[in-house]
Antibody, heavy 119, light 109 residues
Framework: QVTLKESGPVLVKPTETLTLTCTVS??????????VSWIRQPPGKALEWLAH???????SYSTSLKSRLTISKDTSKSQVVLTMTNMDPVDTATYYC???????????WGQGTLVTVSS | EIVMTQSPATLSVSPGERATLSCRAS??????LAWYQQKPGQAPRLLIY???TRATGIPARFSGSGSGTEFTLTISSLQSEDFAVYYC???????????FGGGTKVEIK
């Protein structure tokens, strides 16, 4: 059974750095056919892809957020970590991690974690 | 960046009726188009990929069509559990990035 679970702070202050962890089970981060993406959704708004990482450490970032994002993985712990610097209230959103296949499909999603940016 | 535009923003449908949702890409995405369903408080669920292939466990009342820049998701006979928000997503220029449409909310009429 494939599961993904996000963890991290529920509240961060403006200018702080957000660190989110995605812990996966039911598949391995060493599997070359799949990776993990981070996607966010501001309250009441649409989905926005942020970044992905694959087993060979191939990474890609949203063009608009690239300067603020870093994605990494710890295969032994089955974890993928996303950091986003210089947080702003507009970054308030539910952050999801999802399994992504090599063709770009996200077939399993975590439940999401709501992150609020406020002083 | 490829922009995905969904219409209408809200669709009011009675149970048992047919629902037709549209998605348009700003440039051709071939058949690299997926549809997701999202219910309140839940993560999106993959419904359709390759523009017309149902994901595992998705009922036959859901069907997708189209290619290039114009796509349609049809729900043949709406059930109570189908009232949700639906998103299209292109993955044609993967791995450069993914883009989602703005969503269509299907509500009870």
């Amino acid at each position: 059974q494939v599961t993904l679970k996000e963890s991290g702070p529920v509240l961060v202050k403006p200018t702080e750095t957000l660190t989110l962890t995605c812990t996966v089970s039911g598949f391995s981060l060493s599997n070359a056919r799949m990776g993990v993406s981070w996607i966010r959704q501001p309250p009441g708004k649409a989905l926005e892809w942020l970044a992905h990482i694959f087993s060979n450490d191939e990474k890609s970032y949203s063009t608009s957020l690239k300067s603020r994002l870093t994605i990494s993985k710890d295969t032994s712990k089955s974890q993928v970590v996303l950091t986003m610097t210089n947080m702003d209230p507009v970054d308030t959103a539910t952050y999801y991690c999802a399994r992504i296949l090599r063709i770009g499909l996200t077939d399993y999603w975590g439940q999401g974690t709501l992150v609020t940016v406020s002083s | 960046e490829i922009v995905m535009t969904q219409s209408p923003a809200t669709l009011s449908v009675s149970p048992g009726e047919r629902a037709t949702l549209s998605c348009r890409a700003s440039q051709s995405v071939s058949s690299n188009l997926a549809w997701y369903q999202q219910k309140p408080g839940q993560a999106p669920r993959l419904l359709i990929y390759g523009a017309s292939t149902r994901a595992t466990g998705i009922p036959a009342r859901f069907s997708g069509s189209g290619s290039g820049t114009e796509f349609t998701l049809t729900i043949s006979s709406l059930q109570s559990e189908d009232f949700a928000v639906y998103y299209c997503q292109q993955y044609n220029n993967w791995p450069s990035g993914l883009t989602f449409g703005g969503g269509t909310k299907v509500e009870i009429k």
